[in-house]
């Protein structure tokens, strides 16, 4: 079955360019959640979605950042004026309902090289 | 402070070998921990999920365990195969929150 896509894959931006990266989560998932993973670290917490509302968003570096999941199903995580230490993988999971003890489904992940 | 440590940081194991993966958190209170693998340039995959009550889980080769009183858990690969060479990551959970807290992984590599 179709399990988390991200788009785009891979996304290489000048600093002070805004980007916008996509997450289709699994069907029928009500938690989505979306990470930052430096290279050779942990993902860490950034945003977390239930449906459409967006729960807790303050994992997010800064006012720069910006999430929405407007109709409960896609999300995009948007990026204002990136700057080099933005650069980084973006992952999104989704989870089934259920409560917090359910598996997280990670997508691949948006590599974001700023230059 | 809520965090999880990993050891080792790399390991190199030649095919067919066993191997143990350590994994220390303090995260209160205590909800759940989990064990995921993650392949170069992909999304972690969960392996397995322990509530607090548990012990041990078990998924194919991979055998993960839990001492809640010493917050410590391990997972254990037996027989290890080329695919296995990834990063294995340790989250502990905390309860009644989504907010998961990830360790930095352990690279493990195995070679033939």
């Known amino acids: 079955g179709a399990g988390v896509s991200q788009s785009p894959r891979y996304k290489v931006a000048k600093r002070g360019q805004d980007v916008a990266l996509r997450c289709d989560p699994i069907s029928g998932h009500v938690s989505l959640f979306w990470y930052q993973q430096a290279l050779g670290q942990g993902p860490e917490f950034l945003t977390y979605f239930q449906n459409e509302a967006q729960l807790d968003k303050s994992g997010l570096p800064s006012d720069r950042f910006f999430a929405e999941r407007p109709e409960g199903s896609v999300s995009t995580l948007k990026i204002q004026r990136t700057q080099q230490e933005d650069s980084a993988v973006y992952l999104c999971a989704s989870s089934p309902p259920g409560g917090f003890l359910r598996a997280q489904y990670f997508g691949p992940g948006t590599r974001l090289l700023v230059l | 402070k809520n965090q999880v440590e990993q050891s080792p940081q790399s390991l190199i194991i030649l095919e067919g070998k066993n191997c143990t993966l350590q994994c220390n958190y303090t995260v209160s209170p205590f909800s759940n921990l989990r064990w995921y693998k993650q392949d170069t340039g992909r999304g972690p995959v969960s392996l397995t999920i322990?509530?607090?009550?548990?012990n041990t889980k078990s998924n194919g080769r991979y055998t993960a365990t839990l001492d809640a009183d010493t917050k410590q858990s391990s997972l254990h690969i037996t027989a290890s195969q080329l695919s296995d060479s990834a990063s294995y990551i340790c989250?502990?959970?905390?309860?009644?929150?989504?907010?998961?807290?990830f360790g930095t992984g352990t690279r493990l590599k195995v070679l033939a």
């Open positions: 989250v502990a959970g905390g309860s009644g929150t989504y907010k998961y807290i």
């Open positions: 322990m509530t607090f009550s548990e």
